[in-house]
């Protein structure tokens, strides 16, 4: 056995009406309220959300240590929603990485393997197979304790991919890890997760993480769905105020005359009447507000002089604030829409505007985005 590309045929998910209630002293919590998920074969898939919003239980339903309160697990069509973990074609990457203490690296590899009553030549050739992979050979006959955290996950890696799962499930795997070993790990999953071609149902708090990693992202809030979808759609077409104020910041300006017209909208924002996209569940709304991330906010200093105490109207701000970062600066300008932050990269040093400047406040048309409020 080999770790080479495996076929992306098997590994579909499908989660359906997933409910998980715990009853505590305190009454019944819903922390998981109706989920419905469907991942492709091979796919990188992301659960995204808030402390608390039901991450970690929805993944343990799926490797088997929570039973659902109801709904239902499939995997490639077999229902797994009643068995234990070790009947289920999943390996699970854990946060504090789990490993057997007292085991050497090699037999913490080879533990799994073991159980299944391989053949002694066949457990050695997968686990050489996946020490070699993970850069582990040299390591092999440590302890866990005589390890680094990078090194530990590495193993807890190793262990999870050589059981050659359909699904490998991952919670929060690199929170303990310090920053630059945090980004280089991320490439090491996402290289051997589409090497392998095995389908990967991640949690994570962390946008970046997510962002970097994911085929898709499922956003969460208290239990539920707020949306999937690929990393860009999550970022520049959010269907919530939510999702869009979670990933990234974001600017909310407030709108007036509001006209939807299907996924479009007129809307007078920042002094003139502009066309934009509009969010799914815009047309019902009846509040709503213009999505612009601080990067597509437009600045130019203005030729007009304001009288000291009158308002600044339209497409007119007033910078409140101005934040050199050295490759960005940060400005929070006052306009008759709402503070808006805008971010200017490689800025121009000569040209940073101060504050109580008065600018203009533009942003490109498709770089606005109308959401029900
Ligand atoms: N065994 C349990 N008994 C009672 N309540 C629980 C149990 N496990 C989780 N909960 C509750 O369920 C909700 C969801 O918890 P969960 O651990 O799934 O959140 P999470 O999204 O993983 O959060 P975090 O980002 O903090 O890890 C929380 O309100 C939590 O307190
Ligand atoms: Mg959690």
Same mark, same amino acid.
């Given at each position: 056995m080999t770790l080479t590309d495996r076929h992306h045929d098997s590994g579909r998910i499908v989660l359906t009406d997933l409910v998980k209630e715990f009853s505590g002293r305190d009454g019944a919590t819903r922390a998981v309220d109706g989920i419905h998920l469907e991942t492709q074969p091979g796919e990188f898939v992301t659960l995204l959300g808030?402390?608390?919003?039901?991450k970690t239980t929805t993944l343990r339903m799926v490797a088997g240590f929570e039973t659902p309160t109801s709904g239902e697990i499939l995997l490639d069509g077999a229902d797994?929603? *009643?068995?234990?973990?070790?009947? *289920?074609p999943m390996s699970m990457v854990f946060q504090s990485y789990a #490993?057997?203490?007292?085991?050497s690296v090699r037999d913490n590899v080879a533990y799994g393997l073991k159980l299944q009553k391989l053949g002694k030549e066949a457990i050695n050739d997968a686990v050489d197979s996946a020490l070699t992979s993970m850069d582990l050979v040299k390591l092999?006959? *440590?302890?866990?304790?005589? #390890?680094s955290g990078g090194q530990q996950q590495r193993v807890a890696l190793a262990r999870a991919m050589v059981m050659r799962p359909k699904v490998l499930l991952f919670d929060e795997?690199?929170?303990?890890?310090?920053a630059k070993l945090r980004v280089q790990m991320r490439t090491e999953i996402r290289n051997l997760q589409q090497k392998l071609g095995i389908t990967a149902l991640y949690v994570t708090h962390d946008q970046d993480e997510a962002m970097s990693l994911s085929d898709r992202i499922v956003v969460m809030n208290k239990g539920k769905i707020e949306q999937v979808g690929t990393p860009d759609e999550i970022y520049r *077409?959010?269907?919530t105020v939510f999702v869009a104020d979670f990933i990234g910041s974001a600017n909310f300006l407030d709108p007036t005359g509001v006209t939807v017209l299907g996924d479009h909208a007129r809307v007078d924002v920042l002094g003139s009447q502009r066309e934009l996209k509009a969010a799914?569940?815009?047309?019902?709304?009846?509040a709503h507000v213009v999505l612009v991330r601080p990067e597509s906010v437009q600045l130019r200093p203005s030729a007009a002089e304001v009288a000291e105490g009158e308002s600044v109207l339209g497409g007119r701000g007033r910078v409140l604030r101005a934040v050199f970062y050295g490759s960005v600066v940060e400005y929070e300008i006052d306009t008759d829409a709402g503070t808006i932050i805008a971010v200017v990269s490689d800025p121009d040093p000569d040209a940073i505007l101060a504050e109580d400047d008065l600018v203009e406040v533009d942003f490109p048309r498709d770089r606005g985005w109308l959401l029900p409020a």
């Open positions: 808030p402390s608390g919003c039901g797994m929603t *009643r068995l234990t973990p070790d009947k *289920r #490993l057997f203490p007292h085991l092999a006959n *440590r302890a866990p304790n005589q #390890l795997p690199l929170s303990n890890l310090d *077409r959010p269907a799914p569940g815009a047309a019902e709304a009846s």
